[in-house]
């Protein structure tokens, strides 16, 4: 992400309003990961002028990101001590992972009837590809094939709404490298197979039980993962 000048960077009020609206929820996402990851811990201040020259953006698309994230939860604010990190706890992770693991299961109970052969085929492509990038530890293929299985996953299910509600979801766990966690190639390669299973034997309710316990085996290595890494409160 891109900034102008160290002048403009300073002073928000350069920065055309239209480029400020573009810009800030880009600058929330990146805050978000900085949560998720443990760059930026419970309970730390956050100036916005600091961020900012980290991001390499205006202080103003940095304030509305905040103030966007004081409504999730994210992000606490009190008149005159600022902003700070709200602390990230097990529960807060784990309870966005059951309804992202709701709403892709209803997903995929709902693709069962509209997927074609065809799309049954290029789905049995991605797990081979998958295979092979486990196999391989390629960590950059082995998110494009898990990416692009839930991604067809989810537009076969012609369900705009859900969709839109699973990329709520999405927004308060951004993490950016799954491939990292622990585990998840595996969960990811292994997962997959009674979904796919599931889909070609034209079972709603299996599709949409397999994907709830992909997500939910997603959500725990996570959190593992992030309590580990001193990231989690009690």
Do not use: C
């Not at 201040?45 to 991001?55: I, P, S, T």
């Not at 953006?57 to 606490?76: I, K, N």
């Amino acid at each position: 992400m891109h900034g102008s000048s160290p002048a403009e960077r300073r002073d928000g009020d350069k920065v055309p309003r239209q480029q400020r609206e573009r810009l800030s929820p880009q600058v929330a996402t990146q805050l978000r990961e900085m949560i998720i990851t443990g760059r930026l811990r419970g309970g730390e201040r956050l100036r916005a002028e600091h961020l900012a020259d980290d991001l390499g953006v205006s202080a103003t698309p940095v304030r509305e990101a905040l103030m966007s994230m004081t409504g999730e939860g994210m992000v606490d604010f009190q008149p005159g001590r600022g902003f700070r990190v709200v602390p990230l706890t097990r529960r807060d992770v784990l309870d966005v992972y059951d309804m992202q693991a709701y709403v892709s299961g209803r997903l995929a109970e709902l693709a069962v009837p509209r997927l074609t052969e065809d799309d049954l085929e290029t789905l049995d492509g991605y797990q081979d590809k998958l295979r092979e990038a486990v196999a391989a530890n390629d960590a950059g293929l082995i998110e494009e094939m898990d990416f692009e299985t839930h991604r067809l996953i989810n537009r076969a299910a012609n369900a705009p709404k859900l969709a839109w509600m699973l990329t709520l979801t999405l927004r308060y766990v951004p993490f950016g490298a799954h491939a990292e966690v622990p585990g998840w190639p595996l969960a990811a390669r292994d997962d997959h197979v009674p979904i796919v299973r599931a889909l070609r034997m034209r079972s709603p309710v299996a599709a949409r039980d397999f994907m709830q316990a992909h997500i939910h085996h997603a959500g725990d290595l996570l959190v593992e993962m992030l309590a580990e890494r001193g990231v989690l409160e009690d």
